[in-house]
């Protein structure tokens, strides 16, 4: 299939797909048109570099990652930048990846321009909530212990990817994630730091950079919530399907006068 071919398909099944549905309804039943999307683009799309993605990313869509939290300052939105700077000159081949260390540095980044920067990296001492929820988080001990009890287990997370098995690797990504804002193992910022480190580990397979709008906001926290809860991760894995598709139209096929093509600007989806 040629370039502009998937990139069509991808436009007109998402954009079709959006049109059908209520956005309540996308995390449901239709995880086969997700990966489909996602085949299509790994496939058969010729990349854009993925530092102009980055930029496309920091430009649009930094503001709207941190008000996702109720708690955050003009200094943790510039230090959420320099977080996805840090992830486009990341390399799988060169540099080191655990999730524990990586973590601390992404936490460090997000918290290195404020006054108190030397609050970033540090795990917590004392007890921790999660804003607007009735969830009991973890004490600090047993999150500090499942924190560093993925130091020696971290290449397990790559293990699908060994067997070509890209959707198990997606899944089993968006699992660490959930459970590591389960335990909460920083005093703050643990969201942020985790879809960060997601993010990371999706560029591994040429994935894109998700991002989360102040409108998904509630059927995020709401599939989040029962992902930690219930430990049943269904609604949370399909509403990452939708966005990972939904950021591979916005963050490329509706920006493709970036990358000196013929195509025309998408409208929105």
């Known amino acids: 299939m040629p370039d502009k071919e998937a990139r069509d398909f ?54 709207s990652e941190s008000l996702i939290e109720n708690n955050f300052s003009e200094e943790e939105v510039q230090g959420l930048a320099e977080v996805y700077d840090y992830i486009s000159a990341f390399n799988f081949d060169k540099d080191y990846f655990n999730i524990f260390t990586t973590s601390l540095l992404i936490h460090i980044k997000l918290y290195s321009k404020c006054v108190g920067k030397e609050f970033g990296g540090k ?102 919530l029962k992902a930690i809860k219930e430990e049943d991760y269904h609604d949370i894995i399909n509403f990452y399907y939708y966005k990972i598709c939904s950021s591979l139209v916005t963050l490329d096929l509706n920006h493709t006068k970036y990358y000196d093509t013929d195509f025309p600007i998408r409208e929105k989806i």
């Open 10 to 63: 991808i436009w007109m099944v998402l954009n079709d797909y959006t049109k059908r549905k209520a956005y309540k309804k996308l995390s449901l039943e239709d995880r086969n048109i997700f990966q489909n999307i996602i085949l299509t683009y790994l496939h058969y799309v010729e990349k854009p570099q993925f530092h102009i993605i980055i930029d496309v990313y920091k430009r649009l869509y930094i503001n």
């Open 123 to 224: 795990l917590r001492d004392s007890t921790a909530i999660l804003y607007d929820t009735n969830y009991e988080v973890p004490d600090a001990e047993t999150a500090k212990e499942f924190f560093n009890g993925l130091i020696p287990i971290s290449n397990e997370i790559f293990a699908p990817l060994e067997k070509g098995e890209i959707f198990e690797y997606i899944e089993s990504c968006v699992i660490l994630t959930v459970r590591l804002i389960r335990y909460q193992p920083f005093a703050d910022g643990n969201k942020r730091t985790f879809r960060a480190l997601l993010n990371l580990l999706l560029k591994r397979i040429n994935i894109l950079p998700i991002y989360i709008e102040l409108e998904e906001r509630q059927v995020y926290k709401q599939a989040l």
